[in-house]
């Protein structure tokens, strides 16, 4: 259990970093976004890693079966409704992109600079 | 077993998210962007948060991909420049990678009963659900009631991303903006003219209907809800459009009736609020909705529900027929 709960938290640490580097060097826009997502997807991991409980289970409750250990719901709840709301963001990030694909004809963000600068 | 199952997902992840970042190809980065949800939602299931996995699954592997696609079918598949500052780039995720790692020796042990995170108030939702709300699913308990001025907010944020999306979509197009020659009409309706996914398509579309229902109504009792019923019809619906083309899902569910339920279930949820209000009680307190607090609470929930899975199925629906609004003019 040690061991796993450190490999969790690194994978957070590498995964976040992967998409931290993708939306700082990479140029393409849509590029950029996919780095947000993966960005946001290590930080929903991190929630959910701080929510298990170890022994316990979903946080349903069963007649049957009482006296059950259970983890923890509320940053279950804190992510579930960030996934919904950050698909709508990424969505809106998107329509972004294709307008400026529409304006500039480019969706490379230093091609976009250098018309802007003309 | 436990622990091997566990690394070895995890690691898949990196493996995945490497391979996303390192790949020129956008088609090929955002169907791996697709497993990698998958993957992750794996992950949550073992971590105990069935409700989430659900969630991750249906939005992350489903309709996150379709969107993506959509707007790679508006912009292009391929990443033309290299990538300029690697080595700077490089050093700066570097310096922010070592920050976190050292942050994360001060976190607690995983998995830890008596971490900081289960002493505030999840033990007292944990311990006072079945007294005050008696539903079995904790998740949705605490998302429905304990912390319903929160979800609202969230469905306010969703409904707000896909106003923006419609006004930034359905703009006309400028005039330097590049016009796509015009398809013949009849030429590309969707895979009307491939068999296999026709008929399994056909098959699949009213059970993965049928499930989405399911999980809307049965969030009160195993994982599900509003946020993942939405999700889940909204796919099946776009699983119709990719067979049967745009015209005919718009004329099965047309757009008017997608901005009814993207205001309409908001409009629920805040009426639902209010309505605690006007019955004498606070806002978004449910308790005084029916004659015995605990019924009240559990109707409370379910209109709730109803108004987030309306609101995600109106805004996820609208979204991905804006981007194929804009792909066929």
Known sequence: ?118 | MKVLFGVFLLTLLVITAVAIVRTKNLFVAVMLLGIFSLLIAANFFILDAADVALTEAAVGAGISTVLFLGALALTSEHERTATPHRLLSFAVVTVASLVVLYATFDKPTFGDPNAPVHQHVAPWYLEKTPEYIDIPNVVTAVLGSFRGYDTLGEVFVVFTAGIGVLFLLSARRGPSGRRQTAEPPGAAVGLRHDVIPRVVGRLLVPFILLFGLYVQFHGEYGPGGGFQAGALIAAAFILYALIEGEEQTLRALPQSALNALMVGGALLYGVVGLAGVFLGSNFLDYSVLASNPVSGQQMGIILIEAGVGMTVTGVLLSIFHAFAARDRA
């Open chain 1, 1 to 118: 259990m040690e061991f796993l709960g450190i490999y969790y938290y690194w994978v957070f640490v590498v995964v976040l970093m992967i998409g931290f580097y993708a939306v700082v060097a990479k140029v393409n826009l849509i590029k950029k976004l996919i780095g947000l997502s993966i960005f946001q997807s290590a930080v929903f991991l991190l929630y959910i890693t701080m929510s298990k409980v170890s022994g316990g289970t979903a946080p349903i409750f069963n007649d049957e079966i009482t006296g059950l250990l259970y983890s923890n719901p509320l940053p279950q709840v804190l992510i579930l409704t960030a996934i919904v709301v950050g698909i709508s963001t990424t969505a809106l990030g998107l329509g972004i992109v294709v307008r400026i694909k529409e304006e500039y004809g480019t969706t490379e963000e230093n091609e976009i600079q250098e018309i802007d600068r003309r």
